[in-house]
């Protein structure tokens, strides 16, 4: 069974900085790619960013190009969200996910994907 589990959300002034973390396990984790995404109060999800299953491309929302940036750790079986200038509209849930058709694929994550983990609350105070 594949698990996501995020760590390193919390509060934050606007203009600061967070990296948030997504362990995943179950799964032959360098082999898909992982993705973000986000839910605002009263919003619907959206996507944040993805990253391929061997790291060589990176995809983003527009409203996050140039402040946040993933990454991943095939050793470590995580994938990371650094996010830098934050601004009071990042605040969100936000979600780590993967999706098994995504197995060594050009893909980025697709919209809904398969697996979620359980979030972690990022609050930007402005």
């Known amino acids: 069974q594949v698990q996501l589990v995020e760590s390193g959300g919390g509060l934050v002034q606007a203009g600061g900085s967070l990296r948030l973390s997504c362990a995943a396990s179950?799964?032959?984790?360098?082999?898909?790619?992982m993705g973000w995404f986000r839910q605002s109060a009263g919003k619907e999800r959206e996507f944040v960013a993805s990253?391929?299953?061997?790291?060589?491309?990176?995809f983003y929302t527009d409203s996050v190009k140039g402040r946040f940036t993933i990454s991943r750790d095939n050793a470590k079986n995580t994938v990371y969200l650094q996010m830098n200038n934050l601004k009071f509209e990042d605040t969100a849930v936000y979600y780590c996910?993967?999706?098994?058709?995504?197995?060594?694929?050009?893909?980025?994550?697709?919209?809904?994907?398969?697996?979620w983990g359980q979030g972690a609350l990022v609050t930007v105070s402005s």
């Open positions: 179950g799964l032959t984790f360098s082999r898909y790619a």
């Open positions: 990253v391929t299953w061997n790291g060589e491309d990176t």
């Open positions: 996910a993967t999706d098994l058709t995504t197995y060594c694929s050009g893909n980025g994550v697709p919209f809904p994907p398969e697996v």
